[in-house]
């Protein structure tokens, strides 16, 4: 059974940082793509950053140069530090696990309000 659990969402003023973790149980951290999506309030969901199986990251436009997405294979723990956050910024933040064409794995949410 794997699991994925997310923490370190909540309120923060715009500009603030928060780092959000997910930490994954069972033995696929290695060989996955860890990911990090976001779905706001009546929007769908959308990919904010993975780190890839096989080195290197990915960003979208929108945070780019404001996330970060790091990875410790010996916690199984991806981290997405959030830094000079905007409003537009708020929604439920999700961690992905996933290896294509085998499976992918959701974490249960949570949820980053950014005020202005």
């Known amino acids: 059974q794997v699991q994925l659990v997310e923490s370190g969402g909540g309120l923060v003023q715009a500009g603030g940082s928060l780092r959000l973790s997910c930490a994954a149980s069972g033995s696929i951290f290695s060989d996955s793509s860890m990911g990090w999506y976001r779905q706001a309030p009546g929007k769908q969901r959308e990919l904010v950053a993975v780190?890839?199986?096989?080195?290197?990251?990915n960003y979208a436009d929108f945070v780019r140069g404001r996330f970060t997405i790091s990875r410790d294979s010996a916690k199984n723990t991806v981290y997405l530090q959030m830094n000079s956050l905007k409003p537009e910024d708020t929604a439920v933040y999700y961690c992905?696990?996933?290896?294509?064409?085998?499976?992918?794995?959701w974490g249960q949410g949570t949820q980053v309000t950014v005020s202005s």
């Open positions: 780190s890839l199986r096989g080195g290197g990251t």
């Open positions: 992905n696990a996933h290896k294509v064409l085998v499976y992918s794995y």
